[in-house]
């Protein structure tokens, strides 16, 4: 459950999982677009915990200075080949480095990103602070910084909804999904408590209040709060086989009801931009 060795064994799925299905595809399209809104039109931005580098090639590929680091060797070396075979790698910098402990001056960046769930990784409460206090103190005053994470109720339906088509589910995993409901947390010892065999890399999930509180507790004013998969979420099997026009009228209503923040709860992601 360790997330850097996790993510080091599913490093190219990770980059393959945001073109994967409709929803997913939604959640890297409403991203970027929110992106494109709120970026300046240059300057240097920190793509930080940037995995694969999906985030930083799009960054380069609009005409920024890229600086890419990730806690997982394995995922930096992958986004320095994905930034090579789109050609923008004299556009991106990369670094091993830990979103707690960023390794960047003070007021380095003209926008921070952090995106796809980082911060859910952050289980420990202090730890998260500090994360958040370190992409604050890389920002040039008054810069946007857009942070996405896992929706807990988003997170939750996804996996219920999963639990309720098994023809023998596990009562481990009901008990364990129902303890991740009401504190977010998806831990060794929550899994441990309940016997459950396996799990997925340790992470806390985030309702949008709290996500808003941790942001401004650490000087980060939020502006804006974007649901990402929008009315798609968690509909990723019904989706494969979907009719263009459906599909058409799942990216309609994605955009329409955009910074609806109910829907911000239940989509698996949302993206919130503040302002340093």
């Known amino acids: 459950m360790d997330p850097r060795e996790y993510y080091a064994e599913h490093a190219e799925r990770e980059f393959e999982r945001l073109t994967e299905t409709l929803p997913k595809r939604l959640e890297f399209e409403h991203t970027v677009e929110t992106l494109d809104d709120v970026l300046p039109g240059g300057g240097r ?16 590929d609009r005409g920024h200075d890229v600086a890419h680091c990730d806690l997982t060797p394995e995922l930096v070396d ?10 923008v790698a004299d556009r991106v910098d990369h670094l ?9 001056a ?5 926008a ?29 005053p008054g810069a946007p910084v857009a942070a996405s994470v896992i929706s807990r109720l988003g997170g939750v339906r996804y996996t219920l909804k999963q639990l309720a088509v098994e023809d023998d589910p596990d009562p481990a995993e009901v008990d364990v999904l129902e303890a991740v409901a009401r504190n977010g947390d998806f831990t060794e010892e929550i899994v441990e408590r309940h016997g459950q065999s396996e799990g997925w890399a340790r992470n806390h ?3 949008v209040d709290e996500f808003e509180t ?12 974007v649901a990402l ?47 340093a």
């Open 45 to 60: 931005v920190l793509d930080a915990g940037g995995g694969p580098g999906r985030y930083s090639i799009w960054l380069a």
């Open 78 to 87: 992958l986004a320095r080949e994905t930034a090579a075979d789109a050609d």
């Open 96 to 104: 091993a480095a830990d979103v707690r402990d960023l390794p960047y």
């Open 106 to 110: 003070d007021d380095a960046f003209d």
């Open 112 to 140: 921070v990103c952090c995106l796809g769930g980082v911060l859910n990784h952050v289980v420990d409460p202090g730890e998260r602070e500090r994360a958040v206090a370190e992409l604050r103190r890389v920002a040039k």
């Open 205 to 207: 999930m985030f309702r």
């Open 214 to 225: 941790l942001l401004d507790s650490q000087g980060l004013d939020a502006e804006r709060v």
């Open 229 to 275: 998969e929008g009315m798609a979420t968690n509909l990723h099997e019904e989706f494969a086989d979907a009719d263009d026009a459906v599909r058409d009228l799942a990216r309609t209503l994605g955009d329409a009801f955009r910074e609806d923040r109910a829907l911000a709860e239940l989509s698996e992601h949302f993206l919130v931009v503040a302002r």
